[in-house]
């Protein structure tokens, strides 16, 4: 009897999604953007454990019948850039699913407004981000006035004085780093060993814990007993599968018992389970040590994020707690952390604050082997900002004095995050609400429920804005002359919304500078002292390695953020540049 009801559950189906795409359509029709259409909702739970195995099968089907797969998943935008708007001459488009409504925006002052208007019209989608939940509520998945205080109580670790930690940190770090490459001969593991340098600058900066490079690779890890993995191996096991650790919180909503999960899904339970114990017996230790030696956690050398969570919200706990007891008719308004917040903000700012930063320096290095002669550029600078004093002595290199100074470094990072930008679009909301919003000056009416994607990828290529060769990494655009008797050069500013790899508006990424400080310390160290070229394979003459290492680099894909698929498959070769 029961397999007659399912083509009557089968046909409902369809005829329900058939019915969500039409309302869609009559929506988008009223807004007036081009359109394009996909029968499928890219956040689909179906969709998302089948798409790999689906999308080869749609692209190859009759009549351009699949091409819709093409932008059928988060990311899609890279490495479509502005092709898809160029191909619709406009700088807004909507795509028309079964899901929610999909406006895509690469109109510079719109992008502007859009953030700018974070806070109550453009806001972030529970449907995107609650799956980031990981261990609690956090800055990066909340809207509103909790949102704020979770802005406010995150981000004072995040200062100068942070960024001098940040800078001494990382040149630490690539000091050991290239004694291993040089040691190598052939490095293939250039980005996991970029993330390894973040990870250590990361935790040395927001947790006060230090490890050395080059013992994280000899000695074998010691777990603290009682666990299978230590706290860096359980963090990187999260961080590196970022799309795993998604698709596994939504398979876990499921409740499929945990022996008939597949074997990489419960090695990322164990992962999850373990960093989430390591980070509760932390925080533990951290509320002893503030509560045995007063340490307030702002004014020491001991200020870090862990700390600053910690004191700021138990004194606003406390706080609270004194006014409810004296009766106070209108007692302060929640301004601490949760627990449970405390872990999902450490684990957040542990997980964009790493990931994001490497790849770009990974990124940047392999892009400086492909072409060598923008190393020589950046050399000269780094040789004139330390000619005097201390030279190619790393260790005594000094943040304040010379990270303003060293322009080509920072050049380097933006062109890199211009065409490899780790957020590719940033996606909105408009929530329960109609709003307004103009682009290229003529206003349009966006209704509720729409997600909006500021189309980051397209902003950064644009040729109408970045000329003709807005594909080609080319560093020195962004150097200018300087109309101060001061300097002679400067970096060349943007217009508003043209540039934002960090984005802007109220919700701008906190970790910006911290990540600036951080690739600027690491490109100068390695351009001071070394050279890095691309290791020939076969046969190859140096311009055939060239372009591999180039289409390695290009065949990217969003995973969480941006990556390479294959990086491993470049060789580099490290030598010490003659004196
Ligand atoms: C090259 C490096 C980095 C890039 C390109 C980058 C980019 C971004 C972008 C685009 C956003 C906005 C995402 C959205 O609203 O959906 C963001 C938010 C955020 N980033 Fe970064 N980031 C970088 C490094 C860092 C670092 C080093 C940290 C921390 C140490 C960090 C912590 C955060 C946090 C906590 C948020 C959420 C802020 C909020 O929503 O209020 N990021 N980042």
């Not at 058939?18 to 359509?25: E, Q, R, S, T």
Request: charged share 20%; glycine share 6%.
């Amino acid at each position: 009897m029961l397999y007659c009801y399912v083509p009557i559950v089968f046909f409902s189906l369809v005829a329900w999604q058939g019915l969500k795409f039409y309302k869609n359509y009559k929506a988008a029709q009223e807004i007036g953007f081009p359109m394009l259409a996909s029968p499928i909702d890219k956040l689909n739970r179906f969709w998302l454990l089948t798409k790999d195995f689906l999308t080869p099968l749609l692209r190859r089907l009759p009549f351009g019948l699949g091409e819709f797969s093409q932008r059928a998943y988060m990311g899609w935008n890279f490495p479509d850039f502005y092709k898809t708007h160029a191909r619709l001459k406009s700088d807004a488009f909507t795509i028309v699913t079964p899901g929610e409504l999909e406006v895509y925006i690469a109109d510079p002052e719109s992008a502007e407004d859009i953030l700018k208007r974070a806070q109550t019209d453009f806001v972030k989608s529970p449907a995107l981000y609650d799956i980031l939940n990981f261990l609690g509520q956090n800055v990066n998945t909340t809207n509103g006035m909790t949102w704020q205080r979770h802005r406010r109580i995150t981000t004072p670790p995040f200062n100068e004085r942070n960024s001098a930690v940040v800078w001494q940190e990382s040149l630490k770090q690539t000091r050991e780093v290239l004694e291993f490459w040089e040691e190598l001969g052939n490095v293939r593991t250039t980005t996991d060993d970029s993330m390894t340098l973040a990870l250590h600058v990361l935790t040395a900066a927001s947790l006060g814990v230090k490890y050395s490079f080059r013992e994280s690779l000899t000695s074998k890890p010691q777990t603290t007993s009682g666990y299978t993995l230590t706290y860096r191996d359980a963090l990187n096991t999260i961080i590196r599968n970022m799309g795993l650790a998604i698709l596994f919180r939504m398979v876990e909503k499921l409740q499929i018992p945990k022996a008939m999960l597949p074997a990489k899904m419960k090695k990322m339970k164990l992962a999850l389970d373990e960093f989430h114990r390591y980070l509760t017996q932390m925080v533990k230790d951290e509320r002893v040590a503030i509560a045995t030696t007063g340490n307030t956690g702002l004014t020491t050398d001991k200020a870090n994020l862990m700390s600053v969570l910690l004191r700021s919200s138990d004194q606003a706990k406390a706080k609270a707690n004194l006014e409810a007891t004296l009766g106070e008719e209108s007692p302060t308004n929640i301004a601490y952390l949760s627990d449970e917040e405390v872990y999902g903000n450490l684990f957040v700012y542990n997980v964009a604050g790493h990931d994001t930063t490497a790849n770009t320096i990974s990124y940047a290095v392999i892009l400086l082997a492909i072409y060598p002669e923008w190393q020589e550029w950046i050399s000269e600078e780094v040789d004139k900002v330390f000619s005097e004093g201390v030279g190619k002595d790393t260790g005594q290199w000094d943040y304040e004095k010379s990270f303003p100074k060293l322009r080509k470094c920072q050049a380097i990072m933006f062109e890199t995050l211009r065409l490899y930008s780790p957020v590719v679009s940033v996606p909105r909301y408009t929530a329960h609400s109609r709003q307004t919003l103009s682009v290229n000056g003529k206003s349009y009416d966006i209704p509720p429920h729409t997600n909006i994607f500021v189309n980051v990828a397209a902003l950064h290529t644009n040729p109408g804005y970045w000329g003709d060769d807005a594909l080609t990494w080319r560093p020195s655009r962004w150097i200018t002359k300087s109309t101060s008797l001061d300097e002679d050069t400067v970096i060349k500013a943007q217009p508003p919304g043209v540039f934002i790899p960090w984005i802007s508006g109220p919700r701008v990424c906190p970790g910006k500078k911290f990540a600036q400080v951080e690739f600027v310390a690491v490109i100068a160290a390695m351009m001071s002292s070394w050279r890095v070229g691309i290791v020939r394979e076969g046969a190859e003459t140096q311009e055939q390695s060239r372009i591999r290492a180039l289409q390695i680099v290009q065949n990217s894909k969003v995973e969480f953020t941006l990556k390479m698929k294959k990086p491993n498959g470049v060789g580099l070769k490290w030598i010490r540049k003659s004196r």
